[in-house]
């Protein structure tokens, strides 16, 4: 296949050093005679096919061009498309050339990174429908080389009202947790944690329900509802729910004792088998960074060294709700580390505001992991990451001549609009679990809610409510920032820096 690569003059050389290392792809360069190559047009790629005497199968022109090149195909037989946006991802793009066609719409760059993200996920779903687990709790697969399933735990959910919790159930389906852990608030009674199973499980039948408490009361008032999973159980507490665990076949998750040593774990996992338990999860306890984190991940290679074959549980909150950092890279690291160890289950809250989203982190961080696994690779270029701030492959910098250039100065002026200002922040509307960019025009109290600074922005202008430009300038500003942080589940204040 022999593609040509329609451009303009500002970008030829960039054009030209991106695929001067292609190998066996035909490629050639057709400048235009115009400077931004995003302005392509069926003008002036027809000027330029004038002079070009070979024949090529495919024409691509820039990813942010805008014209309809539909008449030109037919005129000259030969189909034209969008390659990338940026020159630096056209050798990437190249590398589907003869797997995946070209779109007239789509700019190549996001048609591919579409494309490979749908494939992993197909990949995912055939590699664990091919999974023989070590056991299923309610058809979700544990063990036996399946992806490590994430367990979200709903931190004091026997506080909650039916409502809360069914808004916090919501909220971590939504962010892809496999099974939902009941936390039992200190001095909680039976009773509340059986409101609590009943209601979750009134609300999600069909996801595995597990209760959190060492209180062998409260463990047997979870059974009794009906939960499907309880952690955790030790020495202390193992004679009085053992019965109606095995009686239940409810999975339980082991801990060892007070001394937290595998020895002591081992004990607990034979002590359970003993009272007829065959579904077991094993969980030798992560500690957080300060408190000894490097030796419990030991005490986890000790186990699997030991035994290979009881499913795993790894307690990654233990450490991303304990240090100041941002959760994402912190959730990825650990998932890497659970997946070498051969885990089965990552255990998360989002208890404090900046390990909010962990539970999606460590979703598709699980994801990654058996990726990788498979493709017996480190977890990158899978399809799916979790780079929220940092970018793959940087965007080249703009490289000017310092000649009459206008150095810009901030105006400390400020004139009032006749017609008012606004209000803005993020908020959330009663029955809608996604927030909303929110912006109230103060003299006339109309409310503009929406997803993204420019919805927000074009609403104000259609709607006449600005009439001088250092107030667009400023709420264009202002939406941005609230835009940045509704993306990256931030707080925002308005006028306040968002970093």
């Given at each position: 296949?022999?593609?040509?690569?329609?451009?303009?003059?500002?970008?030829?050389?960039?054009?030209?050093?991106?695929?001067?290392?292609?190998?066996?792809?035909?490629?050639?360069?057709?400048?235009?005679?115009?400077?931004?190559?995003?302005?392509?047009?069926?003008?002036?790629?027809?000027?330029?096919?004038?002079?070009?005497?070979?024949?090529?199968?495919?024409?691509?022109?820039?990813?942010?061009?805008?014209?309809?090149?539909?008449?030109?195909?037919?005129?000259?037989?030969?189909?034209?498309?969008?390659?990338?946006?940026?020159?630096?991802?056209?050798?990437?793009?190249?590398?589907?050339?003869?797997?995946?066609?070209?779109?007239?719409?789509?700019?190549?760059?996001?048609?591919?990174?579409?494309?490979?993200?749908?494939?992993?996920?197909?990949?995912?779903?055939?590699?664990?429908?091919?999974?023989?687990?070590?056991f299923?709790?309610?058809?979700?697969?544990?063990?036996?080389?399946?992806?490590?399933?994430?367990?979200?735990?709903?931190?004091?959910?026997?506080l909650?009202?039916?409502?809360?919790?069914?808004?916090?159930?919501?909220?971590?389906?939504?962010?892809?947790?496999?099974?939902?852990?009941?936390?039992?608030?200190?001095?909680?009674?039976?009773?509340?944690?059986?409101?609590?199973?009943?209601?979750?499980?009134?609300?999600?039948?069909?996801?595995?329900?597990?209760?959190d408490?060492?209180?062998?009361e409260?463990?047997?008032?979870?059974?009794?509802?009906?939960?499907?999973?309880?952690?955790?159980?030790?020495?202390?507490?193992?004679?009085?729910?053992?019965?109606?665990?095995?009686?239940?076949?409810?999975?339980?998750?082991?801990?060892?004792?007070?001394?937290?040593?595998?020895?002591?774990l081992?004990?607990?996992?034979?002590?359970v088998?003993?009272?007829?338990?065959?579904?077991?999860i094993?969980?030798?306890?992560?500690?957080a960074?300060?408190?000894?984190?490097?030796?419990?991940?030991?005490?986890?290679?000790?186990?699997?060294?030991?035994?290979?074959?009881?499913?795993?549980?790894?307690?990654?909150?233990?450490?991303?709700?304990?240090?100041?950092?941002?959760?994402?890279?912190?959730?990825?690291?650990?998932?890497?580390?659970?997946s070498?160890?051969?885990?089965?289950?990552?255990?998360?809250?989002?208890?404090?505001?900046?390990?909010r989203?962990?539970?999606?982190?460590?979703?598709?961080?699980?994801?990654?992991?058996?990726?990788s696994?498979?493709?017996?690779?480190?977890?990158?270029?899978?399809g799916?990451?979790?780079?929220?701030?940092?970018e793959?492959?940087?965007k080249?910098?703009?490289?000017?001549?310092?000649?009459?250039?206008?150095?810009a100065?901030a105006?400390?002026k400020?004139?009032?609009?006749?017609?008012?200002?606004?209000?803005?922040?993020?908020?959330?509307?009663?029955?809608?679990?996604?927030?909303?960019?929110?912006a109230?025009?103060?003299?006339?109290?109309?409310?503009?809610?929406?997803?993204?600074?420019?919805?927000?922005?074009?609403?104000?202008?259609?709607?006449?409510?600005?009439?001088?430009?250092?107030h667009?300038?400023?709420?264009?500003?202002?939406?941005?920032?609230?835009e940045?942080?509704?993306?990256?589940?931030?707080?925002?204040?308005?006028?306040?820096?968002?970093f």
């Amino acid at each position: 296949m022999r593609i040509l690569l329609a451009t303009g003059r500002k970008a030829e050389e960039m054009v030209k050093d991106a695929i001067a290392n292609l190998g066996d792809i035909c490629c050639d360069v057709l400048t235009q005679d115009l400077n931004i190559a995003a302005f392509s047009t069926p003008k002036s790629l027809r000027k330029a096919l004038e002079k070009y005497s070979k024949n090529c199968d495919l024409i691509l022109v820039p990813g942010l061009c805008k014209s309809d090149f539909r008449g030109l195909e037919k005129d000259i037989a030969t189909p034209v498309r969008l390659g990338p946006r940026n020159a630096y991802d056209i050798g990437e793009a190249l590398k589907y050339a003869d797997k995946q066609e070209f779109s007239s719409r789509v700019p190549a760059d996001v048609l591919f990174a579409e494309k490979r993200k749908e494939n992993a996920h197909k990949l995912l779903y055939k590699l664990e429908d091919s999974v023989k687990a070590t056991f299923e709790i309610k058809g979700v697969k544990i063990g036996g080389g399946a992806r490590m399933k994430v367990c979200a735990e709903m931190v004091d959910a026997t506080l909650m009202n039916e409502h809360e919790l069914q808004r916090k159930i919501g909220y971590f389906m939504k962010s892809g947790a496999d099974i939902l852990d009941i936390g039992v608030h200190i001095g909680a009674k039976p009773a509340a944690v059986k409101r609590a199973v009943t209601a979750a499980l009134a609300f999600a039948p069909d996801i595995p329900i597990s209760v959190d408490t060492l209180d062998a009361e409260l463990i047997l008032a979870g059974v009794e509802s009906g939960a499907d999973m309880v952690l955790s159980v030790n020495k202390e507490n193992i004679a009085a729910v053992a019965d109606a665990i095995a009686e239940t076949d409810i999975v339980p998750v082991v801990i060892p004792d007070s001394e937290a040593s595998n020895e002591s774990l081992f004990e607990n996992i034979k002590m359970v088998k003993e009272y007829g338990i065959k579904r077991i999860i094993a969980d030798p306890v992560l500690n957080a960074v300060g408190y000894g984190i490097a030796e419990s991940v030991y005490n986890y290679y000790r186990f699997r060294l030991r035994d290979k074959s009881t499913a795993l549980f790894f307690g990654a909150g233990n450490v991303t709700e304990l240090i100041d950092a941002d959760s994402v890279g912190v959730n990825a690291a650990l998932a890497g580390i659970a997946s070498e160890l051969d885990a089965d289950i990552l255990f998360t809250p989002e208890y404090s505001d900046k390990a909010r989203g962990s539970v999606r982190e460590l979703r598709v961080a699980s994801e990654l992991m058996m990726l990788s696994k498979t493709r017996r690779s480190a977890p990158k270029d899978v399809g799916l990451d979790l780079l929220m701030l940092k970018e793959k492959r940087r965007k080249p910098v703009l490289k000017i001549q310092d000649k009459e250039l206008v150095v810009a100065n901030a105006d400390e002026k400020w004139r009032l609009d006749p017609k008012g200002g606004f209000r803005i922040g993020i908020c959330e509307i009663e029955g809608d679990d996604d927030k909303k960019i929110y912006a109230e025009h103060v003299p006339t109290g109309k409310r503009i809610v929406g997803c993204s600074a420019r919805a927000v922005m074009d609403t104000i202008l259609r709607l006449e409510l600005v009439s001088v430009l250092e107030h667009v300038s400023y709420l264009s500003r202002e939406l941005t920032k609230a835009e940045l942080a509704l993306r990256l589940d931030r707080g925002y204040e308005q006028d306040e820096t968002l970093f």
